[in-house]
């Protein structure tokens, strides 16, 4: 019969024994905890080994049965503990173990040698253990040389932990704590106190190091972004603020009197502009700098795109709408500088950089500069955006976009953009060329109308040699119109292109019955719109209109314009802009088209009454305000001052 594991587990427990602080016991103490044994005694010495590798107990020969020989030698090592095996054995001795009083020279020397007794025993035990499972036969007498040797390590490592107790009783309570974790199977603590600072290890402290500087910088950029926002939120009310009001009268009146000056009976409305007194200031002004050319790309034989980026940055130094466009100054002869507005082609969406896409015009000083000098890496100056010749999807459910020649640049820049955002509404895209070798944009067109349910292309051209066309050739006509665009009536069209294309498309639109408020037109340099003479005559103040009837100058005297930032003075005879006496007297005023179209040149008058025969650039609530377009504002005869 083997005996249940019970006892051999409280060989462990008294293994520890000798690594408790225990006080000295009289006999009656000892007697509670052993009932039926006899007083302590010294361990007996290690049992001998007899030359078969049995251990005899108390000097007998080894018997046959090795666990009857374990038993007698573990009986004798305990003391008489597996004797007391069903008894309560319950005591202090765990607490004893962790406290680990201090104890007398007696009392140690005692407790060292039953520690080294103990390691020796456990030596022999493992010796026996060895031999025992060494002679084994039966898997049976393995297990029990394996639980001999268990027993054996158990009584060496009780007699080390007393040992090492005794070498300094600071490191006492560790050292228990050590035999106890290990006897439990408890992992021992990977940092030790002693390593801690806050009861943390060194790696917590510094990821709550990091983590609290990372939460400090989200909470510092968090009170910067709001701080931001309410300066722009408070420059926008107050670019935005109270302005006053036009006059009761129809037509807003134009006439500012100078200090001093007596002013004259309110004069009939009339289309002459007026400046009044107080307005609410123009918003900021427009970007103006440099910027790099990063790429050149080639579309056909004449035309050619230019990527622009920031060389400072990721993103563009200003924001612009789908169809605006820059102007571009360049120096193509020594002192002498030129300028040219072209059209954004590329997406509001695309925030690194703006494309421009330019056709090269024997006469164009600008557009040869750029496709003959300009390289990529080059700095190019620009100013801008300018222009109202814009379309975001918000303005009408449906856009019909028609364009000729290098007039298709603003209608890309508004179809990237209504494709970008993923616009739901009807997008009709109409393009005349001369030839199919001039097609720009035509696989990104036919791409795009792959993709987008949405956008319907219709192009007319004429087929060039050696190309594949099967649409319509020629101009686009009334009867493409109609049948490209249903309901051509009731949705929004932009149109822009060469002068005779567009003169053409306006009949046509006419004649299909498109009402002309529907009907926005882009009108810059070479696509400059003729302005219809009966128009003109309407437009032009009376002095004007009766001279050309007379055939004489008209009976305006000379006067000066006084540029009020500039501070110069210069003469204005009456049938010279405002414009070209700035450029006369070295002010700068920004332009493009110098026809009263773009807008580019619009400035504030301050004083004086200003004719004007084309008023397309000026937004009504603009000139209300007092703004006039310096390529159009002629004097009356009165002195004027313009705020530039």
């Given at each position: 019969m083997h005996k249940p594991k019970g006892r051999y587990a409280l060989t462990a427990i008294s293994a520890c024994a000798l690594?408790?602080?225990?006080?000295?016991?009289?006999?009656?103490?000892?007697?509670?905890?052993?009932?039926?044994?006899?007083?302590?005694?010294?361990?007996?010495?290690?049992?001998?080994?007899?030359?078969?590798?049995?251990v005899a107990a108390n000097g007998q020969p080894a018997s046959k049965d090795p666990m009857g020989s374990m038993k007698s030698m573990m009986q004798e090592m305990m003391g008489g503990d597996f004797e007391n095996e069903g008894k309560d054995r319950r005591g202090p001795f765990f607490a004893q173990l962790l406290n680990f009083p201090a104890l007398s020279n007696e009392e140690k020397q005692a407790l060292a040698g039953k520690a080294n007794q103990r390691t020796a025993d456990g030596l022999a035990l493992i010796d026996a253990g060895n031999a025992a499972a060494m002679h084994?036969?039966?898997?049976?007498?393995?297990?029990?040389?394996?639980?001999?040797?268990?027993?054996?390590?158990d009584l060496l490592k009780s007699g080390a932990a007393a040992q090492a107790a005794l070498q300094g009783e600071g490191q006492a309570p560790a050292a228990a704590q050590n035999w106890f974790r290990e006897q439990l199977g408890i992992a021992s603590p990977v940092h030790e106190g002693g390593q801690q600072r806050f009861g943390v290890s060194p790696s917590h402290l510094l990821l709550m190091l990091f983590l609290g500087l990372v939460s400090a910088s989200l909470i510092v950029l968090q009170m910067l972004r709001l701080r931001r926002v309410r300066k722009l939120v408070g420059a926008t009310n107050a670019a935005s603020g109270p302005a006053v009001g036009a006059p009761a009268s129809g037509l807003p009146k134009t006439s500012t009197q100078l200090a001093g000056t007596p002013g004259p009976p309110a004069p009939e409305p009339s289309p002459k502009t007026v400046a009044e007194p107080t307005v609410s200031p123009r918003p900021s002004k427009r970007w103006s700098g440099q910027l790099k050319v990063v790429q050149i790309v080639r579309e056909t034989p004449t035309v050619q795109t230019f990527r622009l980026a920031d060389p400072g940055s990721d993103r563009l130094p200003f924001d612009f709408l789908p169809g605006q466009f820059l102007q571009v100054e360049v120096t193509p002869e020594a002192e002498k500088t030129a300028r040219r507005s072209y059209t954004i082609a590329s997406s509001p969406t695309q925030r690194a950089y703006a494309e421009l896409t330019v056709k090269r015009e024997e006469q164009g000083?600008?557009?040869?500069?750029?496709?003959?000098?300009?390289?990529?890496?080059?700095?190019?100056?620009?100013?801008?955006?300018?222009?109202?010749?814009?379309?975001?999807?918000?303005?009408?459910?449906?856009?019909?976009?028609?364009?000729?020649?290098?007039?298709?640049?603003?209608?890309?820049?508004?179809?990237?953009?209504?494709?970008?955002i993923a616009w739901p509404g009807q997008i009709f895209f109409l393009y005349g060329a001369r030839s199919t070798e001039e097609f720009v944009f035509r696989d990104e067109l036919e791409r795009l109308e792959r993709r987008f349910a949405n956008l319907h292309v219709m192009a007319a051209m004429q087929r060039s040699a050696g190309t594949v066309w099967l649409g319509p050739e020629g101009p686009i006509t009334k009867d493409l119109l109609s049948s490209a665009v249903p309901d051509i009536t009731k949705r929004r069209v932009h149109l822009c292109g060469p002068p005779?294309?567009?003169?053409?498309?306006?009949?046509?639109?006419?004649?299909?019955?498109?009402?002309?408020?529907?009907?926005?037109?882009?009108?810059?340099?070479?696509?400059?719109?003729?302005?219809?003479?009966?128009?003109?005559?309407?437009?032009?103040?009376?002095?004007?209109?009766?001279?050309?009837r007379t055939g004489s100058k008209p009976a305006v005297a000379p006067t000066t314009v006084t540029f009020s930032i500039s501070g110069v003075s210069a003469p204005l005879p009456s049938d010279e802009t405002v414009l070209e006496a700035a450029e006369e007297a070295g002010v700068e005023i920004p332009y493009a088209c110098r026809v009263g179209e773009c807008g580019v040149c619009v400035t504030k008058l301050l004083a004086g009454e200003v004719s004007m025969a084309v008023e397309t650039g000026l937004a009504p609530e603009d000139k209300a305000k007092g703004y006039v377009l310096a390529c159009q504002a002629r004097s009356t005869g009165q002195p004027l001052v313009v705020e530039a």
């Amino acid at each position: 019969m083997h005996k249940p594991k019970g006892r051999y587990a409280l060989t462990a427990i008294s293994a520890c024994a000798l690594a408790l602080p225990v006080h000295a016991q009289d006999a009656a103490e000892h007697s509670a905890h052993h009932p039926g044994g006899a007083a302590p005694t010294a361990m007996a010495t290690p049992p001998a080994m007899n030359s078969g590798g049995s251990v005899a107990a108390n000097g007998q020969p080894a018997s046959k049965d090795p666990m009857g020989s374990m038993k007698s030698m573990m009986q004798e090592m305990m003391g008489g503990d597996f004797e007391n095996e069903g008894k309560d054995r319950r005591g202090p001795f765990f607490a004893q173990l962790l406290n680990f009083p201090a104890l007398s020279n007696e009392e140690k020397q005692a407790l060292a040698g039953k520690a080294n007794q103990r390691t020796a025993d456990g030596l022999a035990l493992i010796d026996a253990g060895n031999a025992a499972a060494m002679h084994a036969q039966t898997p049976q007498a393995r297990l029990d040389a394996a639980r001999q040797l268990r027993e054996g390590l158990d009584l060496l490592k009780s007699g080390a932990a007393a040992q090492a107790a005794l070498q300094g009783e600071g490191q006492a309570p560790a050292a228990a704590q050590n035999w106890f974790r290990e006897q439990l199977g408890i992992a021992s603590p990977v940092h030790e106190g002693g390593q801690q600072r806050f009861g943390v290890s060194p790696s917590h402290l510094l990821l709550m190091l990091f983590l609290g500087l990372v939460s400090a910088s989200l909470i510092v950029l968090q009170m910067l972004r709001l701080r931001r926002v309410r300066k722009l939120v408070g420059a926008t009310n107050a670019a935005s603020g109270p302005a006053v009001g036009a006059p009761a009268s129809g037509l807003p009146k134009t006439s500012t009197q100078l200090a001093g000056t007596p002013g004259p009976p309110a004069p009939e409305p009339s289309p002459k502009t007026v400046a009044e007194p107080t307005v609410s200031p123009r918003p900021s002004k427009r970007w103006s700098g440099q910027l790099k050319v990063v790429q050149i790309v080639r579309e056909t034989p004449t035309v050619q795109t230019f990527r622009l980026a920031d060389p400072g940055s990721d993103r563009l130094p200003f924001d612009f709408l789908p169809g605006q466009f820059l102007q571009v100054e360049v120096t193509p002869e020594a002192e002498k500088t030129a300028r040219r507005s072209y059209t954004i082609a590329s997406s509001p969406t695309q925030r690194a950089y703006a494309e421009l896409t330019v056709k090269r015009e024997e006469q164009g000083a600008v557009s040869k500069y750029l496709h003959d000098k300009l390289a990529v890496g080059d700095l190019l100056k620009l100013s801008g955006p300018f222009g109202e010749f814009t379309f975001t999807g918000t303005d009408a459910e449906s856009i019909v976009l028609i364009a000729g020649g290098v007039g298709i640049t603003p209608m890309m820049s508004v179809l990237r953009y209504l494709t970008d955002i993923a616009w739901p509404g009807q997008i009709f895209f109409l393009y005349g060329a001369r030839s199919t070798e001039e097609f720009v944009f035509r696989d990104e067109l036919e791409r795009l109308e792959r993709r987008f349910a949405n956008l319907h292309v219709m192009a007319a051209m004429q087929r060039s040699a050696g190309t594949v066309w099967l649409g319509p050739e020629g101009p686009i006509t009334k009867d493409l119109l109609s049948s490209a665009v249903p309901d051509i009536t009731k949705r929004r069209v932009h149109l822009c292109g060469p002068p005779g294309m567009m003169a053409a498309m306006r009949e046509q639109l006419a004649e299909l019955g498109v009402p002309e408020a529907q009907l926005h037109t882009e009108a810059f340099g070479p696509a400059s719109l003729p302005t219809d003479a009966t128009e003109i005559a309407v437009k032009e103040a009376p002095a004007t209109a009766a001279a050309k009837r007379t055939g004489s100058k008209p009976a305006v005297a000379p006067t000066t314009v006084t540029f009020s930032i500039s501070g110069v003075s210069a003469p204005l005879p009456s049938d010279e802009t405002v414009l070209e006496a700035a450029e006369e007297a070295g002010v700068e005023i920004p332009y493009a088209c110098r026809v009263g179209e773009c807008g580019v040149c619009v400035t504030k008058l301050l004083a004086g009454e200003v004719s004007m025969a084309v008023e397309t650039g000026l937004a009504p609530e603009d000139k209300a305000k007092g703004y006039v377009l310096a390529c159009q504002a002629r004097s009356t005869g009165q002195p004027l001052v313009v705020e530039a």
